[in-house]
């Protein structure tokens, strides 16, 4: 069955989607979404849309934006996707400072936390690093080329992220595996030396967040395909506590809704203080709650946030000076589009911290006449302000959204014929005949 | 799913040949000489270290009942042969060190069926040795960690390795610096890599990968010399056998794995 629903996906040539992406300044100072190759960022200070300059080597995004991130410090700002380049840009002049052109498409991109070096991973799990100027500004070196530092061997690289107290880069990818490196004081000769692996999840790895920024003791908290969100002693490689996603939605979905490929987690964002976790499932419109137990080292269910009707996010962002949660839906080369316009929706949890837990009441979903600074924003980020219109769209998206993520990720299974079949159809036989 | 509990175990298929303590031939057991590592696998692969499950692999070491009380911590594999082919070194290897637990890897699956077959006719003709050598089916490129703890191994084999001529090739190489990493992470500091090629080429490149790699350093002579495992990496396998035969030549890279100096 599964078999035949991929293969029809390989045949049709579906084009392959990206999902909207959200990122919030650490400050926040600002927000960012990416919708296919466009950065769209709004200043929350000045309350006004930010216009992106470029002035170095001017080639802008010409293909979906796959990974974007603030630095912790809040100065920096990357983005990076399939065509190749990652870019670099200071967050207070939004001045694109450097572009990197990578061999292959790139599927993950992070700064250190000292802001002096850029790690984006491409599609063949290697780990490339760039030394970035000390005041972030381009530096003028001679050997300033990405060198590879680690590698996750031939699989897609799909989450990377930076230790709070930045000794570690840890790295998740389609096969199982989520790797913690130890990020050296001289990176550039590579990072060879593995603290852990944290294994445990039994399909790919969609993202990894670590919880409490601070200099106390973290956890790294991983979501997958394999719909569970897990909790993990990084430093041992010792998973801790597995929430299982799928027997939660299977109490509040339709029986018919639980079909396997769409619980997988798409995102997860821990609050501030590391008590709560946001996570986003592929069939679910809305946010799950998960509490955080750092002393007892247990993941909970704690409430779903459902929000209206076919708005299933696909990713999330939280800063460290505000409560919000920040959830975006969107993908980009959505079928059947009338317009050129890339539409996303945004929808923003107010009070994502603790007091969550406590409070008996749904906690609410700003209304699009409550977020900050209204229309202006919703406006810059979103590309519209007609939701009924929009509905319409992004309903497409969803079904397109799960092929894809499930084409990219997922190993395709065939069986003992199908793949005799396929063997006989290889490519390299053909050209012999 | 693929992975499922355990690793394919050691038992099960026992054919009549090795219950009679008769070696396996080989004319049954044909297999291509290369196999692609980086194709998505269909076999069986456990999820952790913790699920690998070793009673299946050495019975003698793990019986079955637990007399109760206190216990010695069980035995955990030490030695692993990655790419072990016919098994030859493992079978050279076991009189040599009869208390280490080893293991073979070996991609193929006919090889691996040979083997195991090979173990277990060995064992039936042989009560009480051979107990400490298994194998098992797997792509050691791609899930060394999900077999082995941190530290866990004191010698790791790679003998003979596919050459992978071509440059668009080379990252199919299983000695590379990438995956030297991952075998930096499974090795004990003081345990040593073993690396031998009659392909010069080869033979250069495991070096200087291994070389240029911060967590080895390079085994002195006069080690390499005394080391009784040395001897056994030009004569004990398959390969090297047939290399003799043709008088070519071979090339060794011995390297130790150490801890990080930090400058």
């Known amino acids: 069955m599964e078999d035949t629903a991929v293969e029809e996906a390989e045949v049709s040539g579906a084009a392959e989607f990206a999902p909207a992406l959200i990122a919030a300044h650490p400050h926040g100072n600002s927000v960012a979404v990416a919708i296919g190759p466009e950065l769209r960022v709004f200043d929350l200070k000045a309350g006004s849309p930010v216009l992106l300059s470029d002035d170095c080597d001017g080639r802008s995004h010409s293909d979906a934006i796959r990974a974007i991130c603030f630095s912790v410090s809040g100065a920096l700002f990357a983005s990076a996707g399939d065509d190749k380049l990652v ?126 920024m601070s200099e106390n003791q973290s956890f790294l908290i991983s979501g997958g395909g394999d719909s569970t969100v897990r909790l993990w002693d990084y430093i041992n490689g010792c998973l801790l506590d597995t929430c299982q996603v799928r027997d939660k939605m299977g109490e509040l979905l339709e029986p018919n809704e639980t079909d396997d490929s769409s619980l997988a987690i798409a995102d997860i964002c821990p609050s501030n203080d590391g008590s709560l976790v946001a996570v986003a499932i592929q069939s679910f419109t809305g946010v799950m709650l998960l509490a955080c137990d750092v002393v007892e080292k247990k993941l909970s269910f704690l409430k779903v946030i459902t929000m209206e009707k076919s708005y299933i996010p696909t990713s999330l962002a939280s800063s460290f000076s505000s409560e919000l949660l920040w959830t975006v839906m969107g993908a980009s080369n959505m079928p059947n589009q009338a317009s050129s316009q890339l539409l996303t929706r945004l929808r923003i949890v107010p009070c994502f911290q603790k007091d969550l837990i406590s409070s008996n009441n749904s906690p609410a979903i700003l209304e699009d006449s409550e977020v900050p600074h209204g229309e202006k924003f919703l406006l810059a980020l979103q590309g519209s302000l007609d939701i009924v219109k929009q509905e319409e769209v992004l309903a497409s998206v969803l079904a397109a959204l799960k092929v894809s993520m499930h084409k990219m990720l997922v190993k395709k299974h065939y069986s003992e014929e199908r793949r005799e079949q396929r063997k006989r159809g290889r490519n390299d036989k053909k050209i012999k005949n | ?128 040795q051979y107990d400490n050598i298994s194998v098992v089916r797997t792509n050691s490129m791609k899930y060394i960690p999900n077999y082995f703890r941190k530290a866990q191994l004191t010698k790791m084999f790679f003998l003979f390795p596919d050459p992978h001529f071509k440059e668009k090739n080379h990252r199919r190489r299983v000695i590379s610096t990438q995956l030297l990493d991952e075998y930096a992470y499974v090795m004990e500091v003081g345990g040593i890599i073993y690396t031998i090629t009659d392909v010069e080429e080869l033979g250069e490149w495991m070096r200087s990968c291994l070389e240029k790699h911060p967590l080895f350093e390079a085994v002195p002579d006069e080690e390499i010399k005394a080391d009784p495992v040395v001897k056994l990496l030009s004569t004990a396998t398959e390969e090297s056998q047939k290399v003799a035969r043709n008088g070519g030549q071979t090339f060794h890279a011995i390297f130790r794995r150490i801890s990080l100096q930090e400058e």
């Not at chain 1, 001045?95 to 993950?108: D, F, G, L, N, Q």
Request: glycine fraction near 10%.
């Open chain 1, 87 to 212: 870019k670099v840009w200071k967050t207070d002049s939004c001045r694109c400072i450097r572009t990197i052109t990578s061999e292959k498409r790139v599927s993950a991109v992070a700064i250190s936390n000292d802001d002096l070096y850029v790690t984006f991973a491409d599609k063949f799990g290697v780990v490339w690093l760039v030394t970035l100027g000390e005041d972030g500004t381009e530096q003028v070196s001679v050997d300033n080329k990405p060198v590879p530092i680690l590698g996750h061997y031939c699989s897609i690289i799909t989450s990377m992220k930076f230790s709070p107290d930045g000794r570690f880069i840890a790295t998740a990818d389609r096969d199982f595996k989520i790797r913690v490196t130890l990020f050296p004081k001289n990176p550039l000769k590579g990072a060879h030396e593995i603290q852990s692996f944290c294994l445990g999840h039994t399909d790919f790895v969609s993202c990894i967040a670590f919880t409490s």
């Open chain 2, 1 to 128: 799913m693929t992975r499922t509990n355990g690793a394919s175990g050691g038992g099960g298929q026992q054919q009549q040949a090795s219950a009679a303590g008769k070696l396996p031939r080989k004319r049954f057991y044909r297999a291509r000489a290369h196999s692609n590592p980086l194709s998505d696998s269909h076999f069986p692969v456990p999820v952790s270290p913790d699920e690998v499950d070793l009673s299946q692999h050495y019975p003698r070491y793990f019986p079955a009942d637990k007399g109760g009380g206190e216990e010695p911590p069980p035995p955990r594999i030490r030695f692993a042969d990655v790419g072990c082919g016919f098994g030859g070194l493992l079978v050279g290897l076991s009189p040599l060190f009869p208390d280490t637990l080893m293991i073979g890897m070996e991609l193929r699956d006919k090889v691996t069926e040979y083997v195991k077959e090979r173990i277990l006719a060995l064992r039936a003709s042989n009560p009480g």
